[in-house]
């Protein structure tokens, strides 16, 4: 994100060069061929040189060509009615008995100069292929703003812009959230607008900041509002860019936007995606990584180069500090870090407010649900929610975005669109079983994060989907909680074990999220009473790719058994839970059943009119606190 419309690597660029690699066998082979068919002049029959001086002592040869290193000779038989011509290479050593030879008898002697045309076959290829060969530079490099020219661009002066630089008009307050991002960045500002007022006291000021934080959480934003508050110019690149098939291309291009940079001072460098250059050196797969690397130590080379007094901010995005080179993070170098993260609840509603400034909601109050619904949502999902809740609003000739476009733009960037897919009779009504149980379970268990919405409309990859409401953040788990979370997790399978008699495929992803829960909770949480609190973790999660790093254990075996045995009680735990809720509630359970399969979609309210008993609706009771990352659909 943030650099689109730029070259990406390897878009076609592949074909293209194969394309030149092709263009350039076929050149060679032209090359080669022509040089032949030249040498092999037909005509005279070719024949060795003896047979040729045998020809000439008999008496036979009437005219005789000589050439630079062949000499072709014409016979006539007595009568003359058959004419001949024979063509010999002549020895390299020369031959001189020829020329006596031929005077003494009587040969006519005709001596050519070479043909120029033969001249111009000889060097007319190698001129053709030095010009593919310079054509193929020059494309290689064409959209590389910079490049250090190379061959290429040595002979065939700059065609490669200088790298430009933009005024941003973002400033700080179109970053919503991000308050300490912003705080930090902030002071970098004084620096830019007023270098003198830091050096006259001996301040050094960081010239090189890395931002960290999962995509779309702002990064390229914060380092556009940077340039936009202090109003300097803005170099703007992105690690992939850097990366070409000539070696030392990537340097080239460091070198020359550091140095526009610097002629431009005060100003910001921003490199998006910094891990693909700032990789660990030496861990790459395979060889081919010098083009890299050299970019790399450039880009050292030119933190390392800067005065304190330079005015030059050298701001990087990375969402794998962890990769990163060690010595990128070194003193002097992308030495403050500032993190960037999901936003909250709050964050959310103001990111929401900041992209619907200029769209004609209904209600704006709208928002406020909105944001509390889209947990895990970064900056970019929530534009991009609102741009297709109008285009959702304008699809239906709405004069104005609905709640019911909010949320339909919402399920679609969470899960992706409806999909149309064929589902039998019998499936759909599993279906529905399956997300009744997560749905009952949920209602009944207390402090369970209040539902949204239930669906058995296919989206994305999810067949059907409870979804809760997050009222608020919660930032530490209690244990019921958790427990709660296990049985609502278990609750569809149960359901269709419970009401159909048989378990399906369908409870694949809540098997592995409720067993992942189960294991933070024994392992990191310390919420079995066997363990006790030790950290039996296996991996270390990853901070923000939700994966896991393969780590040594250095836990006993007997020790992981008791692990697995532990998860393996809490799970049984929580589905005997479940057994039990639905068993307890059956009829209101198989009420949602039937009105979930006959509609499809039922909303809280709907929900409720099911589960209450005699379809009394009680007023709502709503527990208190919902869960920030808490699975939103099950
Ligand atoms: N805190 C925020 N306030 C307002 N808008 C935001 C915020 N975060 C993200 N956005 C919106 O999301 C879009 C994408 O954000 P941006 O490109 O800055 O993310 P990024 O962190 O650089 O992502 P990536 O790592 O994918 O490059 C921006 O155009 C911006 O409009
Ligand atoms: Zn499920």
Redesign the pocket.
């Known amino acids: ?3 689109s419309g730029q070259k990406q690597p390897g878009d076609g660029s592949n074909g293209l060069q194969w394309l030149i690699w092709g263009l350039f066998s076929a050149v060679l082979m032209m090359a080669v061929l022509s040089n032949a068919l030249f040498d092999t002049r037909t005509g005279p029959s070719t024949v060795p040189y003896s047979v040729v001086k045998k020809l000439i002592r008999d008496g036979q040869v009437v005219s005789a060509d000589l050439q630079e290193h062949a000499i072709v000779v014409t016979t006539s038989e007595a009568n003359a009615a058959k004419v001949e011509a024979f063509r010999a290479v002549t020895p390299a050593q020369g031959d001189p008995e020829l020329l006596p030879l031929l005077e003494q008898h009587n040969v006519e002697i005709r001596a050519e100069a070479p043909a120029g045309v033969s001249l111009l076959t000889y060097i007319l290829p190698w001129i053709v292929i030095l010009a593919v060969y310079l054509w193929l530079q020059r494309r290689m490099m064409g959209n590389i703003a910079g490049g250090n020219g190379g061959l290429a661009g040595g002979l065939l002066g700059g065609r490669f812009s200088k790298p430009s630089a933009t005024r941003e008009k973002v400033i700080f307050s ?5 308050d300490q991002a912003k705080k930090e960045v902030a002071e970098l500002v004084d620096f830019l607008r007023d270098p003198q007022r830091f050096e006259r006291v001996g301040a050094k000021v960081p010239h090189g900041v890395l ?1 960290v ?12 509002a940077l340039a936009g508050e202090a109003d300097v110019p803005f170099f703007s690149t992105s690690g992939s860019e850097f990366i070409e098939i000539f070696v030392g291309v990537g340097a080239g291009r460091v070198r020359k936007m550091f140095e526009a940079a610097r002629q431009a001072a005060p100003s910001i460098i921003f490199i ?2 910094l891990d693909s250059i700032g990789r660990t050196r030496g861990t790459g797969l395979g060889g081919g990584h010098d083009e890299r690397e050299q970019t790399l130590n450039q880009i050292l080379a030119e933190l390392d180069g800067f005065a304190a007094r330079e005015a030059v901010v050298v701001l990087a ?3 794998r500090p962890d990769v990163l080179d060690p010595a990128l993070l070194r003193p002097g170098r992308f030495d403050r870090h500032v993190t ?1 993260n999901l ?1 909250d609840k709050a ?1 959310r509603r ?2 929401l407010g ?2 619907a400034r200029d769209l004609p909601l209904e209600d704006p109050a709208d928002l406020d649900v909105m944001a509390a619904g889209t947990p895990g949502f ?7 929610l609102l741009n297709e809740a109008a285009i959702t609003a304008a699809r239906r000739n709405g004069q104005r975005i609905s709640r019911d476009d909010l949320g339909e733009a919402r399920d679609k960037v969470m899960m992706g669109t409806v999909r149309s897919l064929a589902i039998r009779p019998e499936e759909k009504h599993r279906l529905a079983v399956h997300e009744a149980g997560h749905t009952a379970a949920a209602y009944f268990t207390p402090g369970a994060d209040p539902l949204y919405k239930v669906t058995i409309i296919p989206r994305g990859h999810a067949l059907g989907g409870t979804h809760m409401l997050m009222e608020s953040e919660r930032h530490t788990l209690d244990e019921a909680y958790l427990r709660g979370q296990l049985v609502t997790l278990l609750a569809g399978r149960s359901a269709e074990k419970l009401l159909l008699g048989t378990v399906s495929s369908g409870a694949d992803d809540d098997i592995r999220r409720a067993t992942e829960l189960a294991r933070s909770m024994v392992a990191r949480w310390g919420m079995t009473e066997g363990l006790g609190p030790v950290d039996l973790r296996q991996s270390e999660d990853h901070p923000f790719l939700g994966q896991s790093i393969a780590q040594p254990r250095n836990h006993a075996d007997a020790t992981a058994a008791q692990v697995d045995a532990a998860i393996i009680d809490l799970l049984k735990d929580a589905e005997a839970q479940a057994v039990s809720v639905l068993t307890e509630h059956r009829p209101r359970v198989e009420r949602l059943v039937a009105s979930l399969e006959a509609k499809e979609t039922l909303t809280f309210d709907e929900i409720r009119q099911c589960l209450e008993p005699d379809n009394k609706v009680t007023p709502l009771k709503r527990p208190k606190g919902g869960r920030e990352d808490a699975p939103p659909d099950l």
């Open positions: 994100m943030g650099n179109d970053v919503a959230g991000q931002l934080g999962p995509p779309g959480t702002g990064k390229t934003l914060l380092a556009k998006d995606e995005a990375t969402n960037l936003p964050a103001a990111i900041i992209h970064s900056g970019a999902d929530l534009k991009n």
